[in-house]
């Protein structure tokens, strides 16, 4: 008590300092905050508004009365953690994070939806028929969490034919909104939930009068179409013949198609509220979901520590409940250390282009054609071409030349454009969404667009003739433009083409590890496909999007890390409906340990240049679900290990046990080092100093196989890194389930740098895989 009343004499100390300080800075603006507490102690309803109160009183010893309408929560976290967000200074928030109930305090940030980089609507391939392809019975008790942009209930994916009753342990709600009712749930889609965003909130309001509630004005209908893609993916019912516009026809289907889906609207289309994230977690966390998926991150540029990142504090509460908690890695690549979502207690997935992909060919005047992936549904034939200019030659007056190449608004002249294709150049700064408009309304016919960085992923052009090339394809294109005083072109419908193997590929745009935050944690962790997945879509009605005489699709073709998240999410689902006696950490485990490392065509997978994939682009491979069924051996990672974790990090002791609210003691030497010994099913060791003796890291494992089998160890290591496993051999017998080795590493010979490789212990019919990477200095 004694500590409060000081907290509090302080504050009318450096309150009286504050006010006298000029009010007029730019920081003592409000804004939302996110006030974090740790863990929670209670979980019951009447405690929740001891501790909503309580925090209101911290808010009001802090706030000058004449602005009493900031004392408020905006939104106020008590079931699986404990905290509030509020609008508060700059002042005010670093007062408040003297307290010694606070964990951390930080701006809220706002996330945005891990489709691909530009946000403009891409879209991309296929892949739901890489997900296991069997309507299961079992599956149907899993409950997944989607927080997103919320949903579509209409679309037949998310049709409850077939489904049982509704668990009797799901305690969430399907909320009521404007164009959303509560017989838009079914037995599939169980709940549905949405946030007013904190902006909305700060209006006037008498939350505190719980009598009478404040009118939310949203819906938990999503008017996005990312988190009805991203639910589809993860659980859809299986449609037959979906496809969008006659591409990518099949029978769409998601990775556990009898789990249940309960959406968590947290986002909108300029992004997710930090904040509101946290409440979505913490809701479902309450609801009961087994599984959460996330397709959404911070932007790798501005990734914060782990107890300033929202995510990482959501997700590390619902793993401490059980709950297992699925990221998309980020759209950053291929540059490394763009990874986000990258604690050890979030499964962070990585993007990778299947066996598909669409193209609409150019065809020059000459003859000479080039394919480029697109999705469009234009009328144009082979047999009529059109005049073909640069941009740059049909620029506005008084435009810079760079301005005219990306086709960027205003830097064209609609007399010179009319009746040509045009050949814009992407510079990354200008989404294509918008070079197409740009190029559409000066009445150009068609656009072909060179973009090295993006044309793994098709864009979706609607109507609008659209294809895009490389810089190969595109030095040709303009090599023939100079070459002639008529140049031109034309550019067919989209057509699919069964991918030019290889396949699977690391997507370009998937984020690339090592993590910024620790490297001894081997990120990404798996990769799932990602680029131009057919999955359900809110109908698009705009003017030319729609290919004339057809009926609005109810399916899109979407890219991102936001795809390849969900297909991981459900072939959790699934091994957890098989196996609903394991936890996160072991089907995480079985996921990894038994993902592929070959291709198509028998060869290591590689990148989108064509060289080998090493795991910090694709972590330890592309997952494989039915035969993480039967992994042999997992790792189990504990939420003590978790909770070491951050001791090593370096986080006050103090610090963690608010965190985990229990006494807990951080062993007593904590290093950075010591994070490689994690029961982590990858092994990362971010320095091997080759001048001093080898380094060990240590794993348990646990036999989920037959009692009694005999696994041998094999070696697969790269030339100078010296590697010893200890034992070589592990004999598990009935009553002998966990078996311990040590993995030590000695760089005397290595090269300098990352080195990779991995350790797979084989019992004759369990292959069980440890990838390792090794930074030798
Ligand atoms: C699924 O359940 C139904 C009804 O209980 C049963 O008839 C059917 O055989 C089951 N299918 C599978 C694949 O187990
Ligand atoms: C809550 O609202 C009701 C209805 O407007 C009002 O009668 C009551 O006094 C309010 N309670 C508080 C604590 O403001
Ligand atoms: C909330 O909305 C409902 C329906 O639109 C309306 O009947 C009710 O009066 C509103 N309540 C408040 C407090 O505005
Ligand atoms: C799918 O399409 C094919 C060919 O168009 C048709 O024969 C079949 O009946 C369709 N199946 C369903 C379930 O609609
Ligand atoms: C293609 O369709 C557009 C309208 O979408 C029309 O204006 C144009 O004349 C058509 N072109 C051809 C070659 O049919
Ligand atoms: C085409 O001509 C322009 C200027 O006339 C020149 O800058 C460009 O390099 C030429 N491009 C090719 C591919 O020859
Ligand atoms: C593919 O890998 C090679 C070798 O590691 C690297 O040089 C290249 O930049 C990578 N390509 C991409 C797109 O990441
Ligand atoms: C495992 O071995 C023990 C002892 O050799 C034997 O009693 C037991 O039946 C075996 N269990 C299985 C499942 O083979
Ligand atoms: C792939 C595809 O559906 N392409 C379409 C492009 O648009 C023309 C005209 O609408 C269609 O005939 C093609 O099928």
Same mark, same amino acid.
């Given at each position: 008590?004694?500590?409060?009343?000081?907290?509090?004499?302080?504050?009318?100390?450096?309150? /009286?300092?504050?006010?006298?300080?000029?009010?007029?800075?730019?920081?003592?603006?409000? *804004?939302?905050?996110?006030?974090?507490?740790?863990?929670?102690?209670?979980?019951?309803?009447?405690?929740?508004?001891?501790?909503?109160?309580?925090?209101?009183? /911290?808010? !009001?010893?802090?706030?000058?009365?004449?602005?009493?309408?900031?004392? !408020?929560?905006?939104?106020?976290?008590?079931?699986?953690?404990?905290? &509030?967000?509020?609008? /508060?200074?700059?002042?005010?928030?670093?007062?408040?994070?003297?307290?010694?109930?606070?964990?951390?305090?930080?701006? %809220?940030?706002?996330?945005?939806?891990?489709? @691909?980089?530009?946000?403009?609507?891409?879209?991309?391939?296929?892949?739901?028929?890489?997900?296991?392809?069997?309507?299961?019975?079992?599956?149907?008790?899993?409950?997944?969490?989607?927080?997103?942009?919320?949903?579509?209930?209409?679309?037949?994916?998310?049709?409850?034919?077939?489904?049982?009753?509704?668990?009797?342990?799901?305690?969430?709600?399907?909320?009521?909104?404007?164009?959303?009712?509560?017989?838009?749930?079914?037995?599939?889609?169980?709940?549905?939930?949405?946030? #007013?965003?904190?902006?909305?909130?700060?209006?006037?309001?008498?939350?505190?009068?719980?009598?009478?509630?404040?009118?939310?004005?949203?819906?938990?209908?999503?008017?996005?179409?990312?988190?009805?893609?991203?639910?589809?993916?993860?659980?859809?019912?299986?449609?037959?013949?979906?496809?969008?516009?006659?591409?990518?026809?099949?029978?769409?289907?998601?990775?556990?198609?009898?789990?249940?889906?309960?959406?968590?609207?947290?986002?909108?289309?300029?992004?997710?509220?930090?904040?509101?994230?946290?409440?979505?977690?913490?809701?479902?966390?309450?609801?009961?979901?087994?599984?959460?998926?996330?397709?959404?991150?911070?932007?790798? +540029?501005?990734?914060?520590?782990?107890?300033?990142?929202?995510?990482?504090?959501?997700? &590390?509460?619902?793993?401490?409940?059980?709950?297992?908690?699925?990221?998309?890695?980020?759209?950053?690549?291929? %540059?490394?250390? @763009?990874?986000?979502?990258?604690?050890?207690?979030?499964?962070?997935?990585?993007?990778?282009?299947?066996?598909?992909?669409?193209?609409?060919?150019?065809?020059?005047? #000459?003859?000479?054609?080039?394919?480029?992936?697109?999705?469009?549904?234009?009328?144009?034939?082979? !047999?009529?071409?059109?005049?073909?200019?640069?941009?740059?030659?049909?620029?506005?007056?008084?435009?810079?030349?760079?301005?005219?190449? !990306?086709?960027?608004?205003?830097?064209?002249?609609?007399?010179?454009?009319?009746?040509?294709?045009?050949?814009?150049?992407?510079?990354?700064?200008?989404?294509?969404?918008?070079?197409?408009?740009?190029?559409? %309304?000066?009445?150009?016919?068609?656009?072909?667009?060179? $973009?090295?960085?993006?044309?793994?992923?098709?864009?979706?052009?609607?109507?609008?003739?659209?294809?895009?090339?490389?810089?190969?394809?595109?030095?040709?294109?303009?090599?023939?433009?100079?070459?002639?005083?008529?140049?031109?072109?034309?550019?067919?419908?989209?057509?699919?083409?069964?991918?030019?193997?290889?396949?699977?590929?690391?997507?370009?745009?998937?984020?690339?590890?090592?993590?910024?935050?620790?490297?001894?944690?081997?990120?990404?962790?798996?990769?799932?496909?990602?680029?131009?997945?057919?999955?359900?879509?809110?109908?698009?009605?705009?003017?030319?999007?729609?290919?004339?005489?057809?009926?609005?699709?109810?399916?899109?073709?979407?890219?991102?890390?936001?795809?390849?998240?969900?297909?991981?999410?459900?072939?959790?689902?699934?091994? *957890?409906?098989?196996?609903?006696?394991? =936890?996160?950490?072991?089907?995480?485990?079985?996921?990894?340990?038994?993902?592929?490392?070959?291709?198509?065509?028998?060869?290591?997978?590689?990148?989108?240049?064509?060289?080998?994939?090493?795991?910090?682009?694709?972590?330890?491979?592309?997952?494989?679900?039915?035969?993480?069924?039967?992994?042999?051996?997992?790792?189990?990672?504990?939420?003590? $290990?978790?909770?070491?974790?951050?001791?090593?990090?370096?986080?006050?002791?103090?610090?963690?046990?608010?965190?985990?609210?229990?006494?807990?003691?951080?062993?007593?030497?904590?290093?950075?080092?010591?994070?490689?010994? +994690?029961?982590?099913?990858?092994?990362?060791?971010?320095?091997?100093?080759?001048?001093?003796?080898?380094?060990?890291?240590?794993?348990?494992?646990?036999?989920?196989?037959?009692?009694?089998?005999?696994?041998?160890?094999?070696?697969?290591?790269?030339?100078?890194?010296?590697?010893?496993?200890?034992?070589?051999?592990?004999?598990?017998?009935?009553?002998?389930?966990?078996?311990?080795?040590?993995?030590? &590493?000695?760089?005397?010979?290595?090269?300098?740098?990352?080195?990779?490789?991995?350790?797979?212990?084989?019992?004759?019919?369990? =292959?069980?895989?440890?990838?390792?990477?090794?930074?030798?200095?």
């Amino acid at each position: 008590m004694a500590s409060i009343l000081q907290f509090f004499l302080s504050l009318c100390l450096l309150h /009286l300092l504050i006010s006298l300080s000029a009010a007029s800075n730019e920081n003592e603006i409000p *804004k939302s905050y996110v006030v974090y507490m740790g863990k929670s102690s209670n979980n019951h309803g009447g405690e929740a508004e001891v501790a909503e109160s309580s925090h209101l009183q /911290l808010l !009001s010893a802090i706030i000058p009365s004449s602005e009493s309408e900031r004392i !408020s929560l905006i939104h106020s976290y008590n079931h699986a953690f404990k905290g &509030f967000s509020a609008m /508060l200074t700059q002042g005010e928030a670093s007062i408040l994070s003297g307290h010694e109930e606070i964990v951390s305090i930080f701006p %809220d940030p706002l996330l945005q939806l891990h489709t @691909t980089r530009s946000w403009d609507f891409l879209n991309v391939e296929s892949g739901i028929t890489s997900t296991p392809l069997f309507h299961h019975n079992l599956s149907r008790d899993v409950i997944i969490g989607v927080i997103d942009t919320g949903i579509w209930p209409e679309s037949p994916s998310f049709s409850d034919n077939g489904i049982g009753e509704i668990p009797s342990r799901w305690k969430g709600v399907c909320m009521e909104g404007s164009d959303f009712k509560k017989s838009n749930c079914n037995r599939k889609l169980i709940g549905a939930r949405y946030y #007013n965003t904190p902006k909305a909130l700060i209006q006037p309001k008498s939350s505190s009068n719980k009598s009478h509630p404040i009118n939310l004005t949203g819906s938990p209908r999503d008017s996005v179409g990312h988190g009805t893609h991203t639910a589809s993916i993860a659980a859809g019912a299986p449609i037959a013949n979906a496809s969008y516009y006659g591409l990518a026809p099949g029978t769409a289907r998601g990775g556990s198609p009898s789990a249940r889906i309960a959406s968590y609207k947290a986002c909108s289309l300029e992004g997710c509220s930090g904040s509101t994230i946290m409440k979505a977690f913490d809701d479902a966390i309450k609801d009961g979901v087994d599984i959460i998926s996330v397709s959404i991150g911070m932007t790798s +540029i501005f990734q914060s520590d782990f107890l300033n990142d929202p995510i990482a504090i959501g997700a &590390f509460h619902a793993q401490q409940m059980g709950v297992m908690v699925v990221c998309s890695a980020g759209n950053s690549g291929p %540059d490394p250390y @763009t990874i986000v979502n990258s604690a050890p207690w979030i499964f962070t997935v990585a993007a990778s282009n299947i066996d598909r992909d669409f193209q609409s060919t150019v065809v020059l005047g #000459n003859g000479k054609t080039f394919p480029g992936p697109a999705i469009n549904f234009s009328n144009l034939t082979r !047999s009529k071409t059109y005049p073909l200019a640069r941009s740059e030659d049909v620029a506005a007056a008084f435009t810079p030349s760079s301005d005219a190449r !990306s086709c960027y608004p205003g830097s064209l002249d609609p007399k010179k454009v009319r009746g040509k294709i045009i050949v814009c150049s992407g510079d990354g700064s200008n989404p294509r969404r918008i070079q197409k408009l740009v190029v559409e %309304d000066a009445k150009a016919i068609g656009m072909i667009l060179i $973009d090295e960085y993006q044309k793994g992923s098709p864009f979706e052009s609607g109507i609008y003739p659209f294809t895009e090339v490389g810089d190969i394809a595109g030095f040709h294109i303009l090599k023939y433009i100079n070459s002639t005083k008529n140049p031109t072109a034309t550019i067919l419908p989209t057509k699919e083409v069964p991918r030019i193997r290889p396949a699977p590929v690391v997507a370009f745009f998937s984020s690339r590890g090592p993590g910024g935050l620790t490297e001894n944690i081997l990120k990404p962790d798996i990769m799932a496909p990602g680029v131009a997945i057919l999955a359900a879509m809110i109908p698009k009605t705009e003017v030319g999007s729609v290919p004339i005489g057809r009926k609005v699709s109810k399916f899109g073709i979407r890219s991102g890390t936001s795809m390849a998240c969900p297909h991981v999410t459900g072939a959790a689902a699934f091994i *957890k409906s098989v196996h609903p006696q394991w =936890s996160s950490s072991m089907i995480r485990s079985a996921l990894m340990t038994t993902a592929i490392i070959s291709n198509n065509m028998r060869k290591d997978l590689t990148n989108s240049t064509g060289f080998s994939a090493n795991p910090h682009e694709m972590g330890v491979g592309e997952i494989s679900p039915l035969r993480a069924l039967n992994p042999g051996l997992v790792f189990e990672t504990a939420s003590e $290990d978790y909770l070491h974790f951050l001791c090593y990090y370096g986080y006050p002791e103090k610090t963690i046990r608010a965190v985990a609210n229990k006494k807990f003691t951080c062993p007593s030497t904590s290093f950075d080092e010591l994070i490689s010994n +994690i029961n982590y099913p990858s092994i990362s060791i971010s320095k091997l100093d080759r001048h001093l003796a080898a380094q060990t890291v240590t794993r348990t494992v646990r036999n989920v196989g037959s009692p009694n089998s005999t696994y041998i160890a094999q070696l697969h290591a790269p030339v100078g890194l010296e590697i010893t496993v200890s034992p070589k051999k592990i004999v598990f017998v009935e009553g002998l389930e966990r078996a311990t080795f040590k993995v030590s &590493f000695k760089g005397k010979e290595a090269s300098r740098g990352y080195s990779f490789g991995s350790i797979t212990w084989f019992d004759g019919l369990h =292959s069980v895989r440890t990838v390792f990477a090794v930074n030798v200095e």
